[in-house]
């Protein structure tokens, strides 16, 4: 019988959504990327009371970079933006919430909210990524950048899956959605830390994909994010 993991957000977080929802699943997602601490312990208390059998599942935010614009803005096809840290510059600039991943300075292209929008590669450093924009878009806040080909760093990702365990601790969830995954071993060092927890583990890039078979053999399940996934493999 297959099972829906029903993701909470803003439009689905009242009392009459999550009592609908319930009635059709028991497994529900929050993301940590989004809203706050207090957001998420009121969502969990709300689901707890309507459907006390419920599994959480709390995705705990990776380290892919995301835009660092706190308003929604229109981008027009043709737009120079760069993406990062980069003082001098005559175009516009726009923050990221995180340090770029490695990747090959050879690509022709990157796109930000999951591929979904894409750039002409013009320029590229550590800190930055300076593209021309290929269609007419609004970039709302918080969206993240993908690269193809990028490799995350790992001791990073660790420390901001820590970082995060640590906020959440007492949260009564009953699983962790662990981004981007790129080993086994990761996934096991994480066990180790929250052995009372299941742990799903993400395949978001090509370096997880290639190195699936260890993931898959360290984790209690796993989940395809077939955004990130399509947006960092490439066009090829």
């Known amino acids: 019988?297959?099972?829906?993991?029903?993701?909470?957000?803003?439009?689905?977080?009242?009392?009459?959504?999550?009592?609908?929802?319930?009635?059709?699943?028991?497994?529900?997602?929050?993301?940590?990327?989004?809203?706050?601490?207090?957001?998420?312990?009121?969502?969990?208390?709300?689901?707890?009371?309507?459907?006390?059998?419920?599994?959480?599942l709390m995705d705990?935010?990776?380290?892919?970079?995301?835009?660092?614009?706190?308003?929604?803005?229109?981008?027009?096809?043709?737009?120079?933006?760069?993406?990062?840290?980069?003082?001098?510059?005559?175009?516009?600039?726009?923050?990221?919430?995180?340090?770029?991943?490695?990747?090959?300075?050879?690509?022709?292209?990157?796109?930000i909210n999951d591929g979904q929008f894409y750039f002409e590669l013009i320029n590229s450093g550590d800190n930055f990524v300076t593209g021309k924009s290929k269609s007419n878009f609004e970039l709302l806040p918080k969206k993240g950048l993908n690269i193809s080909g990028s490799l995350y760093d790992e001791t990073k990702q660790k420390k901001v899956y820590l970082n995060f365990i640590d906020k959440i601790k007492n949260l009564d969830i009953d699983g962790l959605g662990l981004s981007f995954v790129q080993t086994g071993n990761l996934v096991r060092e994480i066990k180790e830390i929250v052995p009372h927890l299941l742990l799903i583990s993400k395949i978001e890039n090509s370096e997880g994909l290639k190195r699936k078979s260890e993931i898959i053999l360290n984790s209690d399940g796993i989940m395809i994010d077939r955004g990130d996934l399509a947006a960092e493999i490439g066009n090829h």
């Open 60 to 111: 705990i935010p990776g380290i892919k970079p995301r835009t660092a614009n706190d308003k929604s803005m229109f981008i027009n096809k043709g737009n120079v933006i760069t993406f990062g840290e980069l003082k001098k510059s005559s175009e516009m600039i726009i923050p990221l919430t995180k340090p770029l991943p490695y990747f090959n300075k050879k690509i022709r292209e990157f796109s």
């Open 1 to 56: 019988m297959t099972k829906i993991l029903a993701t909470i957000g803003p439009i689905s977080e009242s009392i009459k959504a999550i009592k609908s929802i319930a009635m059709k699943t028991n497994l529900f997602r929050l993301n940590g990327s989004h809203n706050d601490l207090e957001w998420h312990f009121d969502i969990i208390k709300k689901i707890r009371n309507l459907c006390p059998n419920a599994f959480i």
